[in-house]
Each structure stands twice: as structure tokens, then as C-alpha cells.
């Protein structure tokens, strides 16, 4: 069965340091990756996807993830945080013929001054 | 494109009352989830659709939960009688055809049962 695990519920980083959330998962077959933002009161946007080809894969808002087959993870980084980052960021994975998401518990990401 | 639109965005309801949470999916969209988030459960698949069929709806809480969906462009979470403890936000996603296709979220509805 599918599972997703994200390492920390919630994440701290100061303005302008690297921002690393972690996201391991599980699958019987090659998964379809995603990784979501959700900002207070609103519904969850994409942020990148992988599906097939090029490992790293480039999304919105200057982050980026990296798909690592040898270490089941898909870690979610942006190089510098901003304020505006601070948001949940959910991981989810999706397997082959399934339209189901399985969907992470989520990181809380907080961003100090 | 408007993306995917839900009504009401807030609804307060006693003990009891029906509910009625509405979702319109992005045009052109075929497969259709309601997802409920707590703080204490998370984020929870509830049912979906393709095609307007319901493929998958393991995720019901119980009886007093149902969801229709009449066409492609409209579906329905109703909850009769509602209880406190379905006082939640209420998600509806969209999403195209094929493989590996992401889902597009409405903006939710909170529901607060009294």
C-alpha cells in the first residue's frame, strides 16, 4: 500500500536560510509526486509535480524537489525562505491508473524575521 | 479559468439540520474528490467521482454522509442530520484526464455545527 511519511509537523527557519521539508514515501510501482502549499484559510495549491524524466524538478515560488528513487524521497528545498513562505506544505504521491492522492500529514513551516 | 468554486464558503448550522456543501469542478475536468480536514485527522479523502460515477467512496464517514454528483459540472456533499464532530473544512478538487495529473483544489467550505 501507498503511504507518504513527512519528517517534522512543523519546521522553523529564519528569512533568508535554506528550507528543507522532508518526505519519504512508499510504492509498489513508479509514483507521480507531488508536493502542495496551503496558505491559512485557503484550499491547497501545487507547487511541483514529478511524473517521469528529469529528477529535480522546478516549481513555483523558487522551490524545488528532488526525486531519489535509491532513497524513496522527494524533500521539498528553495535556497533563501522569504515570510511569505509560511504556509503548510503537504507531500503526496499517486500510483499509476489510481486518481487517488495519498496525501502526508503536512509540515507547518515557520519563517522568523 | 475560475478554477474550482464551492459554495457557501462558511455555513453554521445546529445540531441536527441538513447540509448541503456545493462544488462546480474546473470545465473540461472528469474526476472529482471531496476531501474533509481537521486538525486532528487531517486531510481525508472522503469520496470520488470519474465521469460523474462514484468510484470510491470508502472514505464516508457513515450514513449521514452522501454525495451526488448529476453532472459534469456540479456535485453535492450533504450531511443529514449533522453533528458536532463534522464541524470541519470541506475540500473539493477537480482533475483531467490522464496519468500523473495533478488535483486542483476550491478554496473550501468551513463548516461549523453547533
Known amino acids: 500500500a501507498q503511504s507518504v511519511t513527512q519528517l517534522g509537523s512543523h519546521v522553523s527557519v529564519s528569512e533568508g536560510a535554506l528550507v528543507l521539508l522532508r518526505c519519504n514515501y512508499s510504492?509498489?510501482?513508479?509514483?507521480?509526486l507531488f508536493w502542495y502549499v496551503q496558505y491559512p484559510n485557503q484550499g491547497l495549491q501545487l507547487l511541483l509535480k514529478?511524473?517521469?524524466?528529469?529528477?529535480l524538478v522546478k516549481g513555483i515560488n523558487g522551490f524545488e524537489a528532488e526525486f531519489k528513487k535509491s532513497e524513496t524521497s522527494f524533500h521539498l528545498t528553495k535556497p533563501s525562505a522569504h515570510m511569505s513562505d509560511a504556509a503548510e506544505y503537504f507531500c503526496?504521491?499517486?500510483?499509476?491508473?489510481?486518481?487517488?492522492?495519498?496525501f502526508g500529514s503536512g509540515t507547518r513551516l515557520l519563517v522568523r524575521p | 479559468d475560475a478554477g474550482v468554486i464551492q459554495s457557501p464558503r462558511h455555513e453554521v448550522t445546529e445540531m441536527g439540520q441538513e447540509v448541503t456543501l456545493r462544488c462546480k469542478p474546473i470545465?473540461?475536468?472528469?474526476?472529482l474528490f471531496w476531501y474533509r480536514q481537521t486538525m486532528m485527522r487531517g486531510l481525508e479523502l472522503l469520496i470520488y467521482?470519474?465521469?460523474?460515477?462514484?468510484?470510491?467512496d470508502s472514505g464516508m464517514p457513515e450514513d449521514r454522509f452522501s454525495a451526488k454528483m448529476p453532472n459534469a459540472s456540479f456535485s453535492t456533499l450533504k450531511i443529514q442530520p449533522s453533528e458536532p464532530r463534522d464541524s470541519a473544512v470541506y475540500f473539493c478538487?477537480?482533475?483531467?484526464?490522464?496519468?500523473?495529473?495533478?488535483?486542483?483544489f476550491g478554496p473550501g467550505t468551513r463548516l461549523t455545527v453547533t
Open positions: 478538487a477537480s482533475r483531467g484526464q490522464g496519468l500523473g495529473g495533478e488535483q486542483y
Open positions: 510504492s509498489s510501482v513508479p509514483p507521480y
Open positions: 514529478y511524473t517521469t524524466g528529469a529528477t
Open positions: 503526496a504521491v499517486s500510483e499509476g491508473s489510481s486518481y487517488k492522492l495519498i
Open positions: 470545465s473540461g475536468h472528469n474526476s
Open positions: 467521482f470519474n465521469n460523474n460515477v462514484p468510484i470510491d
